[in-house]
């Protein structure tokens, strides 16, 4: 299935989510308070709106409930960030990522159930934007600009091949820490392990690594 984004607050970090979905090709609704600013990515959004207001028959208006992933990125507008995190959530959208200021809005975050929090750079979200669009990524944690621990689904593709004849490590860079199947959770897997499709695996590499594994090995 296709996904969509939509991204709310247009600020440096929103602003470069909607630019790269845009080049990537994806749908994303691009919202904010600010005229200027929906008027500079209306171009790069598929819908792009001003809100003079945050409530539930607002963001129903723009179809926020067909969206698969939604950021709030709102600036030093805590209330507004708070408001709209809980009401996406209460909407039933899948996964909501908030963008925090601060140690005490971070808490009030996950304590109303967003589905992560961050705190990124320019750089960071232009990644983020190029991981969350991959239907194998489940998640991703970033350890430095250049390495990352990544969940990935293994696919069709490698169903029933051992990790030995995979040979992760030397035809892509990259290493596989652990598996999970269900509810087990195999740490450093042996090598004669055989991946099974619908397999999460733990990934540990340099970010170029595991894109190309992504896109050649999977």
Not at 1 to 28: N, Q, Y
Not at 66 to 89: P, Y
């Amino acid at each position: 299935m296709e996904k969509s984004f939509a991204v709310f607050g247009l600020g440096r970090f929103g602003g470069t989510l909607v630019k790269a979905f845009h080049d990537s090709g994806i749908e994303v609704i691009a919202v904010d308070k600010d005229e200027d600013k929906v008027k500079a990515y209306s171009d790069l959004a598929t819908y792009a709106v001003r809100i003079s207001q945050i409530d539930e028959t607002t963001l129903n208006d723009m179809g926020v409930r067909n969206v698969n992933h939604a950021f709030v990125s709102f600036g030093d507008d805590l209330q507004a960030s708070i408001l709209t995190s809980l009401l996406l959530k209460d909407m039933g959208v899948p996964k909501v990522w908030t963008k925090s200021q601060n140690a005490h809005h971070t808490k009030v975050l996950e304590k109303i159930g967003v589905d992560r929090v961050i705190q990124p750079s320019h750089d960071v979200a232009k990644r983020i934007a190029k991981h969350i669009v991959s239907d194998k990524m489940i998640d991703f944690i970033e350890l430095s600009d250049q390495y990352s621990i990544v969940e990935i689904e293994a696919t069709p593709k490698i169903d029933g091949i051992t990790l030995q004849k995979l040979n992760l490590r030397v035809r892509y860079g990259c290493t596989i820490v652990g598996i999970q199947r269900g509810a087990e959770f195999n740490i450093s897997p042996p090598i004669d392990e055989i991946i099974h499709e619908g397999d999460t695996l733990i990934i540990i590499g340099r970010n170029e690594d595991i894109d190309r594994f992504e896109k050649e090995g999977m």
